[in-house]
């Protein structure tokens, strides 16, 4: 049988070594990236272990305590949150909401014009597209394709969308008559 006093001391370096990496920058971001695993149905990393059942609860309330106490001191960087955001939505957003939506997420966004900050950043970034739809730009992941409803149309231009008259309009007919 282990010796008390020698369990007792390894827990607390156990507990001393998880503080400092919680403190970092790193585990912030994976525990961000822990919740949108969650966030998209996903387990949580500590569930995911078959090995990590019986710590799961002290895990995760250890992870949560984590989160509140870095909150405040490790800000996630606008392009880490931009990501964040839209793996969390799943689809693309327009540049306002998604800059929201990132502030919301704890990262800064200053200067005179913060807007325009935030578009230059994003689009600096090689993590980052636009695509136009119904005259509107909205940013989205380059290692991601374009969720399927993205693909269709959702303002046809008759004009230049059909390829030719319908059998049932009278267009072929008058464009004969017109040229006889």
Known sequence: MVDSSWLEKARDLRQQAYEA???????????A????VVGLGGAPFFE??????????AAARALDAAVKRTADSRKLSQGDAAELVLMQ???PLPIVRLMEEVQAKGAEIGGTDPLNNFRSTVSKDPRFRTSKR????????TDQP???QWNEPTDPDLLTASVGSSSHSDQETA??????
């Open 21 to 31: 990496l919680q403190a970092t920058p790193a585990y912030a971001a994976f525990k």
């Open 33 to 36: 990236f822990d919740d949108a």
């Open 48 to 57: 995911a272990s078959p090995h990590a059942q019986p710590v799961k609860v």
């Open 89 to 91: 939505h799943q689809e």
């Open 134 to 141: 119904n005259n509107m730009y909205f940013w989205w992941l």
């Open 146 to 148: 374009l969720p399927p």
């Open 175 to 180: 464009n004969a008559d017109h040229n006889t």
